[in-house]
């Protein structure tokens, strides 16, 4: 499932904070997409030194989505290009390109003023990297609770579903979905259900290493999580 289409923006009523902070020992370059309806952001990509962290204002009401990119050089002839979470654009701005799965999502729905956020983390489009969402403020009254994929798959990632990078360690690990591209593990045509696409044996893998994010398509029960009350969030990678 995703968060996108919650409401329709009508028009800012107010700012929330977004800070990102990289606790991997590495690296990374985050990247941001606006769902349809939604405003680009001051930034859409930059660059995380380890320990480093970064604050955006986001408007509300905004949807969107936020990754993590690693393994990322910049050619001879300037292009900009990551081995996972991948944007496309060939620039450290993804200006309005997604991630190339396998990426762990994070995904926003925020209302507007002090309305009820919406918000989770998915590998519904694989893994790369560990993620934490922690709200600050709000009133409490939505949940307003922390979620996460703290542990990382790519430990444990099959080798059928396993992307590896130039010295043959795993950096991603793909869904079934992507992997096979089969209706029952991408709940299309007659699976296209919560009655009918159940979890698989990979995904019930990605739940068992992070319980609270989105295993598979309609793993909704425990994977969505919101905060009434007008929060900002922290995103942090390798929390």
């Known amino acids: 499932?995703?968060?996108?289409?919650?409401?329709?923006?009508?028009?800012a009523d107010s700012t929330r904070l977004f800070t990102f902070k990289n606790s991997c020992h590495f690296t990374i370059w985050p990247g941001a997409l606006s769902g349809a309806g939604s405003p680009q952001l001051p930034s859409t990509g930059f660059e995380l030194a380890p320990g480093a962290s970064l604050s955006l204002n986001v408007p509300a009401p905004w949807s969107g989505r936020f990754w993590g990119r690693s393994h990322c050089s910049t050619d001879h002839s300037g292009k900009f290009s990551c081995a996972t979470g991948q944007c496309g654009s060939g620039e450290i701005e993804c200006k309005g390109t997604g991630a190339i799965p396998p990426a762990s999502?994070?995904?926003?729905?925020?209302?507007?003023?002090?309305?009820?956020?919406?918000?989770?983390?998915?590998l519904v489009d694989g893994f790369n990297l560990p993620?934490?969402?922690?709200?600050?403020?709000?009133?409490?009254?939505g949940g307003c609770n922390?979620?996460?994929?703290?542990?990382?798959v790519n430990d444990v990632c099959p080798d059928e579903l396993a992307v590896k990078g130039g010295d043959g360690s795993v950096i991603a690990c793909r869904s079934a979905c992507l992997a096979f591209d089969q209706s029952q593990y991408c709940c299309r045509d007659e699976f296209n259900s919560p009655n009918t696409c159940k979890p698989s044996e990979y995904s019930r893998l990605f739940k068992t290493q992070c319980p609270q994010a989105y295993s598979y398509a309609y793993d909704d029960r425990t994977s969505t999580f919101t905060c009434t009350g007008g929060a900002n969030y922290v995103v942090t990678f390798c929390p």
């Open 131 to 141: 993620v934490l969402v922690k709200p600050e403020g709000g009133s409490g009254g």
């Open 105 to 122: 999502l994070v995904e926003f729905t925020l209302a507007p003023n002090s309305g009820q956020d919406f918000y989770d983390v998915s």
């Open 146 to 152: 922390s979620t996460s994929c703290p542990a990382s």
């Open 1 to 11: 499932m995703s968060l996108w289409s919650k409401f329709v923006r009508v028009g």
